[in-house]
């Protein structure tokens, strides 16, 4: 792969960082709680029963434009990636990707991660988000191919339904079934609100909104993981 600067169709998508980090101002108070979850990940309880309750609304608890992204998957199992307009309605974009979910923790854990997918589908009959085959890159490491979902199966929809209510929050997830816990471990998530960049018919980002960012110095504050994601058409 070759550098990211060096590619066309990110340029423009890469300048928008250039400026200083993304993000808008929120609730500083759960945004450090939100993003310290990062680094406690891998030890959170599966007794967590939180998000069951957050579930049980019938729409999201923020209603702004941005786009909701979630990241989920057993721990010894693959990660799966969700994009949705609204957290009511299946996904616009879902793929498993070629990663562990261990590993993504891992990479999350550093403070910076860069999740590049592209598509060397020749033609532009479809729009970016329906292309089918991805090669898939984590901080400039190519971990694998995969292929778009065309349709949520029973387990991936049972998560985006436990979490429809859920506008942003980190943590685990009750499995379906003991069968699921026992085989592929705890079934963990990362769900965040993010802006949407289209940098042309080819090539589009997603950055993380920090909710904390411009607010909370010293021992309140947090330094927040960045995570920025990009869906590129090679020509």
């Not at 250039?18 to 709680?33: A, L, P, V």
């Not at 923790?105 to 590049?116: A, F, P, Q, W």
């Not at 018919?201 to 995570?227: C, H, Q």
């Amino acid at each position: 792969m070759p550098p990211l600067a060096d590619a066309p169709a990110l340029i423009s998508l890469l300048r928008h960082t250039t400026n200083g980090r993304r993000g808008k101002s929120g609730s500083h108070g759960n945004g450090t709680g939100f993003f310290k979850m990062f680094k406690l990940l891998p030890m959170l309880s599966s007794g967590c029963k939180m998000v069951a309750l957050l579930g049980r609304h019938n729409r999201p608890l923020l209603t702004d434009r941005a786009t909701t992204i979630t990241l989920f998957g057993h721990r010894k199992g693959r990660l799966l990636l969700a994009i949705q307009e609204d957290t009511r309605s299946p996904p616009i974009f879902l793929i498993e990707l070629p990663m562990q979910t261990t590993f993504f923790h891992k990479e999350m854990s550093s403070g910076l991660v860069k999740l590049v997918l592209e598509s060397e589908t020749r033609t532009h009959k479809r729009k970016l988000v329906e292309e089918f085959v991805w090669a898939v890159y984590c901080n400039g490491r190519k971990s694998g191919y995969s292929i778009r979902r065309k349709e949520q199966s029973d387990s991936e929809r049972y998560v985006l339904q436990l979490l429809r209510g859920v506008s942003m929050g980190a943590g685990v997830l009750p499995c379906a079934s003991e069968k699921d816990a026992a085989l592929d471990g705890e079934l963990t998530y990362m769900r965040a609100r993010f802006e949407r960049v289209v940098g042309s018919k080819d090539s589009e980002a997603f950055y993380m909104i920090n909710p904390n960012d411009g607010g909370g110095t010293g021992a309140n504050s947090v330094e927040a993981p960045e995570l920025s994601i990009f869906l590129v058409r090679v020509k």
